[in-house]
């Protein structure tokens, strides 16, 4: 099993606002905070990425960048240049359409196409509590190849839509969206204090995908060490370095936040839904699942449905 696959499916993602930005000249957009992340591109020329938090990034043709703090960032040709709220440059706008920005006369200097991307609200924190404010990944790094050709194709469907084209567009958005994530994971290494970058290192990546393929078995903390060719001691030590928390409790918010997806998507019973994940009640299933997604299952149930049908 892929824990990262297994995290996305969970996220119940969902991409948005996809649009394409033509820049002429001088040029700068200011945008609000947005809700979860944002996945951008530069098809042609370049631009500056800017967002609190993070140093500014010059991002040239095959470069990708993810923005996923939520806070207001900034597009431009120049950090000088006095920037325009989105608000006014997309008046009007149609998802999937192009917005031209600069001078209203003159040749098209760079090409950005971006992405929204929604996830389920009580889940977001797996992915956002471990990612920067801005990950860039230049054309010219290693990992980059792969979304060579993604980009390739979006130039094209960009440009010249056809029947299709938006259907088309979302799935190299999350095709290219996961290729950023795989980028950003290689150039980690298995550094830092989260699941995401420790699936870079082969032992704990082994337990990580063990308690996703099966997350109702009772697991040790000896035996997950065995399975992944360690000493108990060293196993929990090095878990909860590079993971953050000790293999047990990751494994029982993994279990919540499972059980959270079956909930949202079928129609179990919230007792036979307990008892798949290893609660002997559902009195304790119900206590365990709030401290985890802050409401008890049946309202998060009842949310989690109403959100859909607005969505619809």
């Not at 992405?115 to 860039?136: I, R």
């Not at 994530?181 to 980690?188: F, N, T």
């Not at 997350?215 to 196993?235: C, I, N, Y």
């Not at 119900?286 to 009842?302: D, E, Q």
Request: proline letters at 5%.
């Amino acid at each position: 099993m892929d824990p990262l696959n297994d995290v996305l499916a969970l996220l119940d993602m969902r991409s948005a606002n996809f649009a394409r930005l033509e820049g002429v000249g001088a040029w700068a957009i200011s945008f609000a905070g947005y809700q979860h992340i944002k996945l951008g591109a530069v098809l042609e020329g370049e631009c500056w990425v800017e967002t609190e938090g993070a140093a500014p990034v010059r991002a040239v043709a095959g470069d990708c960048y993810l923005l996923g703090n939520g806070r207001p960032y900034r597009l431009s040709s120049d950090p000088r240049v006095p920037a325009q709220p989105s608000s006014e440059i997309f008046t009007g706008f149609v998802e999937g359409g192009t917005v031209r920005v600069g001078p209203s006369d003159g040749p098209v200097d760079s090409v950005v196409v971006g992405c929204g991307f929604h996830l389920d609200t009580a889940n977001a924190a797996v992915l956002l509590d471990v990612l920067p404010p801005l990950v860039h990944v230049p054309a010219g790094s290693d990992e980059a190849g792969a979304i060579r050709t993604a980009l390739n194709m979006l130039r094209q469907e960009t440009a010249t839509p056809e029947i299709g084209s938006g259907l088309i567009v979302e799935r190299l958005a999350h095709i290219v969206l996961v290729q950023v994530l795989r980028s950003y994971v290689a150039a980690q290494g298995s550094t830092g204090h989260a699941w995401l970058t420790a699936l870079a290192d082969p032992a704990i990546g082994t337990a990580l995908s063990l308690m996703h393929q099966f997350p109702a078995h009772v697991w040790t903390v000896a035996e997950l060490a065995a399975k992944s060719g360690m000493s108990r001691s060293h196993f929990a030590a090095r878990f909860n370095e590079l993971v953050g928390t000790p293999p047990l409790e990751y494994l029982a918010t993994w279990r919540i936040r499972s059980a959270a997806r079956e909930l949202r998507t079928g129609n179990r019973t919230i007792s036979s839904i307990a008892t798949q994940y290893g609660y002997g009640s559902e009195s304790a299933f119900s206590h365990a699942f709030k401290r985890v997604i802050g409401l008890a299952p049946g309202r998060y149930r009842r949310q989690s449905r109403s959100a859909v049908t607005s969505d619809r």
